[in-house]
């Protein structure tokens, strides 16, 4: 007699809000998880989803979506839906926005190439591009910049909107969009920290111009963080388009737009492409060519 005892495992700690984003995005994506496991679209058809070693069980599948998800898979399912952490386990969060946003990234994703050289790269590489380092990074990085840049084989300075939109565990992924030629170019990147810079490997939609730019990572340089507004300037070699095929060098500098939450980046990364539309470059004889030059590295001075 006296005070009952318990018996069984403690249940675990869940986040409800995560729950539901769950449940919203197998929706979305139509992908199932109980009896028909020969469906294509069943989560245990799904590579992304065995691979993070994510429940084969229809009724633990339920009991995360119904109850929330513990902790300990939060992680892994946020990676296997392409979403931050933060963001998934967040209730204030838009999951069909956000989702709709990760799911044009995967897709333009699927064929890029990321750094490989091997086992000891591959553990310096998660070393510096830790997730907590990532999200403290994203944190001060993300978001929709007007970037100016100078091209070695371009009389103009150039302009293009850029926007670091999604973290996943160990890089920052973006797009971008440009216009040159007369020609509407739009890019896809990733952004990874190696020692004390970041690098940003880009990918044009059209396949035929891929680029590697080089910028200080601000974590590691006080000054540039607390920088207000904030910008950053780097360096950089893609391919020219010109029929030699031989590089170029570019100098840039990026400026970020201020901007509330998602949902005004999104308004904010329309109205710079249009700026973009409606002004591709700034040429010689235009007045504010001079003040856009200085701010750029002196590789562009000729």
């Not at 839906?81 to 897709?107: C, E, K, M, N, V």
């Not at 050289?117 to 510096?128: H, I, K, P, S």
């Not at 940003?200 to 920088?227: M, Q, S, V, W």
């Given at each position: 007699?006296?005070?009952?005892?318990?018996?069984?495992?403690?249940?675990?700690?869940?986040?409800?809000?995560?729950?539901?984003?769950?449940?919203?995005?197998?929706?979305?994506?139509?992908?199932?998880?109980?009896?028909?496991?020969?469906d294509p679209d069943h989560v245990l058809n799904w590579k992304a989803w065995t691979t993070l070693g994510l429940p084969r069980s229809a009724t633990t599948i339920d009991a995360d979506i119904r109850l929330g998800v513990p902790l300990e898979r939060l992680a892994a399912y946020a990676q296997c839906l392409g979403l931050p952490q933060r963001h998934f386990g967040s209730p204030q969060t838009d999951i069909r926005a956000l989702l709709a946003l990760s799911g044009q990234t995967r897709a333009a994703w699927d064929h890029a190439p990321t750094p490989d050289f091997g086992a000891v790269?591959?553990?310096?590489?998660?070393?510096?591009?830790?997730?907590?380092?990532?999200?403290?990074?994203?944190?001060?990085?993300?978001?929709?910049?007007?970037?100016?840049?100078?091209?070695?084989?371009?009389?103009?300075?150039?302009?293009?909107?850029?926007?670091?939109?999604?973290?996943?565990?160990?890089?920052?992924?973006?797009?971008?969009?440009?216009?040159?030629?007369?020609?509407?170019?739009?890019?896809?990147?990733?952004?990874?920290?190696?020692?004390?810079?970041?690098?940003?490997?880009?990918?044009?939609?059209?396949?035929?111009?891929?680029?590697?730019?080089?910028?200080?990572?601000?974590?590691?340089?006080?000054?540039?963080?607390?920088?207000?507004?904030?910008?950053?300037?780097?360096?950089?070699?893609?391919?020219?388009?010109?029929?030699?095929?031989?590089?170029?060098?570019?100098?840039?500098?990026?400026?970020?737009?201020?901007?509330?939450?998602?949902?005004?980046?999104?308004?904010?990364?329309?109205?710079?492409?249009?700026?973009?539309?409606?002004?591709?470059?700034?040429?010689?004889?235009?007045?504010?060519?001079?003040?856009?030059?200085?701010?750029?590295?002196?590789?562009?001075?000729?």
């Amino acid at each position: 007699m006296g005070n009952a005892i318990t018996t069984g495992r403690p249940a675990k700690a869940r986040n409800r809000a995560a729950g539901e984003h769950l449940r919203l995005a197998l929706r979305i994506l139509g992908k199932t998880w109980r009896k028909n496991t020969k469906d294509p679209d069943h989560v245990l058809n799904w590579k992304a989803w065995t691979t993070l070693g994510l429940p084969r069980s229809a009724t633990t599948i339920d009991a995360d979506i119904r109850l929330g998800v513990p902790l300990e898979r939060l992680a892994a399912y946020a990676q296997c839906l392409g979403l931050p952490q933060r963001h998934f386990g967040s209730p204030q969060t838009d999951i069909r926005a956000l989702l709709a946003l990760s799911g044009q990234t995967r897709a333009a994703w699927d064929h890029a190439p990321t750094p490989d050289f091997g086992a000891v790269f591959q553990d310096e590489y998660r070393a510096y591009n830790a997730p907590h380092y990532i999200d403290r990074l994203f944190a001060l990085i993300g978001g929709v910049y007007r970037v100016h840049y100078g091209l070695s084989h371009s009389g103009h300075i150039h302009n293009c909107a850029f926007w670091l939109h999604t973290q996943e565990e160990h890089r920052i992924l973006g797009r971008g969009f440009f216009v040159i030629f007369g020609l509407e170019n739009r890019f896809t990147s990733i952004t990874y920290r190696w020692h004390n810079n970041l690098h940003t490997h880009y990918l044009c939609d059209n396949h035929k111009e891929f680029g590697h730019i080089i910028l200080p990572d601000p974590l590691r340089h006080n000054l540039i963080a607390r920088r207000a507004p904030f910008w950053l300037s780097g360096n950089g070699v893609t391919d020219s388009g010109l029929a030699d095929n031989a590089p170029t060098t570019v100098a840039l500098r990026m400026e970020k737009r201020p901007a509330a939450d998602q949902a005004a980046c999104e308004a904010l990364w329309e109205r710079e492409c249009a700026a973009v539309r409606k002004r591709p470059s700034t040429s010689r004889d235009e007045a504010d060519f001079a003040a856009l030059q200085d701010i750029l590295t002196p590789q562009t001075a000729d």
